[in-house]
């Protein structure tokens, strides 16, 4: 089946380690995407990319780190540098159509204790 | 960037119709409106998008009124699976950071 993964469902770490939350995509989808969720609240853009070696910081990047090494995969590091953060962690594809829809992972939560 | 304005929640029987609304007032001619829809704790689910017809897929219909400064998506026959946030959101195309996924309408669909 074809899909977005993330692993893993839940994380937990301490204070001042970084984390890697890893997505995966076997959508041949060009563009990857990272949204960062708080209770109730909507999504924020993190970082995206559209290309493999590329990516751009979306609204709320300070404090977090991607890479883009594969077509498949882009994964996300919250560094020590992030002041808050405690948050459920979505990642997306899509085409690079005009009109494209945006496909979600299952997300990953992340605590730090 | 046009934004959205929708109800912070609404009430649906189920079986009934779920007809959810969009303000989307300031949107721009090149401007497509996607619906999607979160179910507790999960990803964020594609539903329907359009530009300036009305669309229907297996899932929903979206209306969109004819000065495209709002539209509705209709659950035609709502079930308790459908009980979600909604968001709505208008993007122009190419604009791959321009997904802006807001607070959204907590659809509770009752038996």
């Known amino acids: 089946d074809g899909g977005i993964t993330q692993s893993p469902k839940y994380l937990f770490r301490k204070e001042g380690q970084n984390v890697t939350l890893s997505c995966e995509q076997n959508?041949?989808?060009?563009?990857m995407y990272w949204y960062r969720q708080d209770p109730g609240q909507g999504l924020r853009l993190i970082y995206y990319?559209?290309?493999?070696?590329?990516?751009q910081k979306g609204d709320i990047a300070e404090g977090y780190s991607v890479s883009r090494e594969k077509k498949e995969s882009f994964p996300l590091t919250v560094t020590s540098a992030q002041k808050n953060p405690t948050a459920f962690y979505l990642c997306?594809?899509?085409?690079?159509?005009?009109?494209?829809?945006?496909?979600f992972g299952p997300g990953t939560r992340l605590t730090v204790l | 960037d046009a934004k959205t304005t929708q109800p912070t929640s609404m009430d649906c029987a189920e079986g009934r119709a779920a007809n959810l609304p969009c303000n989307h007032s300031?949107?721009?001619?090149?401007?497509?409106v996607y619906w999607y829809r979160q179910i507790h704790s999960q990803g964020p689910q594609y539903i329907i998008h359009?530009?300036?017809n009305n669309e229907t897929n297996e899932m929903a219909s979206l209306i969109i009124t004819e000065d495209r400064k709002s539209s509705t998506l209709i659950l035609p026959h709502a079930t308790l699976r459908d009980t979600a946030v909604y968001y709505c959101i208008v993007r122009p195309p190419y604009n791959f950071n321009k997904f802006y996924f807001g607070s959204g309408t907590k659809l509770n669909v009752k038996p």
């Open positions: 959508l041949n989808h060009d563009a």
């Open positions: 997306a594809s899509s085409s690079l159509d005009g009109n494209n829809e945006q496909f």
């Open positions: 990319s559209q290309i493999v070696n590329d990516f």
């Open positions: 300031t949107i721009s001619g090149n401007e497509y």
């Open positions: 359009g530009l300036k």
